[in-house]
């Protein structure tokens, strides 16, 4: 028997994890993994732990308590949050060895105030969510110039299109920085796309995300990253049903002739979108199957007639199987869903398993 027959669970590759953080850091640049929310779902501490081998200069999290996390497993290099904290929080952001990103002079005086631990200075060129503009950097001045910060950085809305707005934004940044009065030692600007469609790298950091967790930023990308993560249920029923016969709430799959239906043990309320109803494909001994009918919360069906199973089987619903792959874009496109909100959707009751080369 399985060892995890009894409900879904995903598994990451941590060689492939890493093989990834090597493809980005070929690119020039040292390495500011982004492990945010929970590593984009895949772990935290995990992801943290694994990429360390490679020496990284530091992790990139959203919030405080994500920062904790990591400090309190052990990861001692720097880690940047990245998401704005209300001044009164700055405190507990220096209590805890973070490394804030700030973008207000009221902010940055309140931080040197408290601590003259690093920060990083928020650029916004084009984004439009966090940071000082671009063309208001000469208001920060004094307050750059009582405690200059230890990085600069800015975000790409739309690394992925090549569409010049990359282009222009660097030209931004580029300006906003020559308007400091020192060069930060430290500026970053890419994520994932950005890096992926770049020979080498003009920062001194690049922060990838999702490149790291395998998922590419398209055909004109230069690297493309091997899978990570496998998303896998076990059979758990099968039955056949006759024609005229319906699977699932609301009747929605009728067949028309005798199927043969398995029944998974995974559901919506795991992170298996309700939205892939009818519409999502499964693995089963390297053959695709559909799902049948609607995902409900804790089981989802698949027709698997024609392809010779039984209960206690296991089905690959992200990943590979075989020599067929379901990668995460293919499954998130059939979700309606970026892969992003895929793969941070994998919900906690999914057992997550690590595997790693000896
Ligand atoms: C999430 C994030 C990234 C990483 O983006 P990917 O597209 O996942 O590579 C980089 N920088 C910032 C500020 C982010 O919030």
């Not at 500011?32 to 360390?52: F, S």
């Not at 999290?61 to 904290?85: D, K, M, N, W």
């Not at 043990?265 to 999502?280: C, E, F, K, P």
């Not at 309606?336 to 959707?345: A, F, I, K, Q, R």
């Amino acid at each position: 028997m399985h060892p995890h027959m009894t409900r879904a669970w995903v598994e990451i590759d941590l060689g492939a994890l890493r093989r990834n953080a090597a493809a980005m850091a070929a690119r020039g640049a040292a390495l500011l993994p982004m492990v945010k929310a929970d590593a984009y779902g895949l772990g935290a501490v995990a992801v943290a732990r694994a990429l360390d081998a490679l020496a990284p200069w530091g992790f990139g999290v959203a919030t405080i308590a994500e920062g904790i996390e990591l400090r309190e497993s052990g990861i001692e290099r720097p880690i940047i949050v990245f998401t704005p904290v209300h001044r009164s929080h700055l405190r507990a952001l220096c209590n805890a060895r973070l490394t804030p990103a700030l973008g207000a002079a009221s902010d940055i005086t309140e931080w040197s105030e408290i601590t003259t631990a690093p920060w990083h200075l928020a650029i916004d060129t084009g984004m439009s969510r966090a940071g000082v503009r671009w063309d208001h950097v000469h208001t920060l001045r004094d307050a750059i110039r009582a405690n200059p910060p230890q990085g600069a950085f800015t975000h790409f809305h739309s690394a992925e299109l090549d569409d010049g707005s990359r282009e222009e934004q660097e030209r931004r940044f580029r300006d906003a920085v020559a308007q400091l009065p020192v060069r930060p030692p430290l500026l970053h600007a890419e994520n994932s796309a950005a890096l992926a469609r770049t020979h080498r790298s003009s920062w001194d950091i690049a922060r990838p995300g999702i490149f790291l967790y395998g998922v590419g930023s398209g055909e004109r990308a230069l690297v493309h990253p091997e899978p990570v993560v496998r998303l896998r249920a076990p059979i758990v029923d099968i039955r056949t049903t006759l024609p005229g016969e319906s699977v699932s709430y609301d009747a929605t799959y009728r067949v028309s002739a005798q199927r043969r239906i398995a029944t998974l043990a995974i559901g919506y309320a795991d992170g298996y979108r309700r939205s892939l109803s009818n519409r999502g494909v499964a693995l089963l001994h390297g053959q695709r199957v559909p799902v049948a009918g609607l995902v409900t919360m804790d089981m989802t069906m698949i027709d698997v007639t024609g392809v010779p199973c039984d209960v206690g089987d296991i089905v690959t619903l992200i990943g590979r199987d075989g020599s067929e792959l379901l990668d995460v874009e293919t499954v998130a496109r059939l979700a309606d869903l970026s892969p992003y909100e895929l793969l941070t959707g994998l919900r906690p009751r999914l057992e997550r398993h690590y595997r790693d080369e000896p």
